[in-house]
């Protein structure tokens, strides 16, 4: 289980790699956290 700071994270680093959202959006983060 992760946290809100852990999943913050893994959503800045997914940002790097994915900055305009295309690759699956919503699968990973739910919309709600983005």
Known sequence: ???P???HLL???KQV???KGIL???K???EHLA
């Open 5 to 7: 700071s852990e999943l």
């Open 28 to 30: 990973i983060f739910p």
């Open 17 to 19: 790699f994915d900055p």
């Open 11 to 13: 959503q800045r680093i």
């Open 1 to 3: 289980f992760l946290g």
């Open 24 to 26: 699956n959006p919503g």
